[in-house]
């Protein structure tokens, strides 16, 4: 009997009933999206560092997975690395911020980074017309569709117009990717590089390695590249979790609101209704279980809502800014987001249901 007035009391207000879905359903959205940007981010960045094809990755001193792009290394290190026993390749790349988000140009020594990775795989354009002149670039598919560029296109970066030389699929370091001298060149770091890679002999040997290289150059940061790549989480990053946390406590209060509003505007139009159930012989504890019922099902129904919204912007941010922004699809936290969405909305049901069950039969049944 319950599900049935609860039914009926849905299906007779539906613009009421939409309304609070969707109002609940705008957080939902929100929370999924941004844990949904945090894990695409990271995973697109774990993605890029494995296909580098290194084993090992050699940092500045002091430096970390949020640190800036910048150029501190001499060059000549990557000869002297390509020295130390296990060590079968190296490469060194410079980066420079591209002013867009997380964005940076990669400048590359194109033979060496090849025989690492395995080269790029050319959409537009070709590999022997690319890093030919100054001011080529190579871009990813990503980065190329966010920009709309095609091979031939011109793209300003740096205070600098670049020419668009070829479209790669994407997967590989970055996205933007510049000959490694002609961006030492243009941003003054002649002799200077960001980060090395290096390729083993053998993938057993990188503890060994590791342990030599850090014995050797002690103020440097280096890594394995599966350490490099489990940096790179969200748990990793305090500012991620806590922006998360701020959502998430938006999502719950407007819940709380939105669930409070529709149901206190409910208990008064439907006084004359609780009036006739409670002179039938309903009990406090029937009325209240009504109220919070419907709370219920506008809880599950916000969530659902909230869930098909997050596609929906997982949609948006793949067409203007793939590169930039990638979503990802988090089903486990579809559980989170409906515990969260109806613990806001029964909490919210609370008051307005103790003014329900508060109403005097007599009075109720007067009540026009």
């Known amino acids: 009997m319950i599900f049935r ?9 539906p613009m009421r009933t939409l309304l609070s879905v969707l109002l609940i359903g705008v957080p939902v959205m929100l929370i999924l999206t941004l844990v949904g940007v945090s894990r695409g981010f990271m995973e697109d960045s774990k993605q890029r ?6 084993d090992i990755i050699f940092r500045p001193p002091n430096s970390s997975f949020t640190s800036g792009a910048t150029s ?3 060059q000549g290190a990557v000869a002297t690395l390509a020295q130390v026993p296990h060590v079968a390749l190296a490469t060194g790349v410079a980066q420079a911020l591209a002013g867009k988000l997380f964005n940076a140009i990669n400048g590359i020594d194109y033979p060496a980074f090849k025989r690492m990775s395995g080269g790029f795989t050319f959409i537009e ?21 966010e920009q709309k560029l095609h091979a031939g296109s011109t793209l300003p970066l740096l205070n600098r117009t670049w020419n668009i030389t070829g479209v790669v699929e994407t997967g590989k370091l970055g996205h933007v990717f510049a000959s490694l001298s002609d961006l030492q060149k243009y941003n003054g770091t002649e002799g200077k ?12 040997n990188t503890d060994t390695v590791l342990e030599d290289l850090k014995r050797r150059y002690p103020e440097y940061s280096i890594f394995s590249a599966q350490q490099w790549i489990d940096l790179t989480s969200v748990d990793q990053i305090p500012a991620v979790g ?4 701020v959502i998430i406590g938006i999502g719950v209060f407007t819940g709380l609101f939105v669930v409070s509003l529709s149901m206190y505007m409910a208990v008064l139009q439907r006084t004359r209704e609780i009036g006739i159930l409670k002179s039938l012989g309903a009990t406090k504890a029937f009325v209240m279980t009504l109220i919070l019922w419907e709370a219920g099902f506008m809880g599950v129904g916000g969530t659902i809502a909230g869930i098909a919204l ?5 949609a948006a941010l793949q067409k203007f800014v793939p590169a930039s922004l990638p979503q990802a699809i988090v089903p486990s936290w579809w559980p989170i987001v409906l515990g969260i969405a109806l613990g806001s909305a029964i909490l919210g049901a609370v008051y307005p249901g103790m003014i329900a069950v508060r109403q005097d039969p007599i009075e ?3 009540y026009e």
């Open 193 to 204: 590089i960001s980060q090395i890679y290096l390729k083993l002999d053998n993938p057993a």
């Open 49 to 54: 560092t494995r296909g580098v094809g290194a």
């Open 5 to 13: 007035l609860v039914w009926e009391n849905i299906r007779f207000r």
């Open 72 to 74: 501190p290394i001499p």
């Open 364 to 366: 109720a049944l007067s």
């Open 125 to 145: 354009g070709d590999e022997a017309h690319a890093f030919r002149q100054p001011g080529d670039l190579v871009v990813d598919t990503s980065y190329a569709a």
């Open 310 to 314: 997050s596609f929906g912007s997982r």
């Open 242 to 245: 806590v922006f998360v946390n």
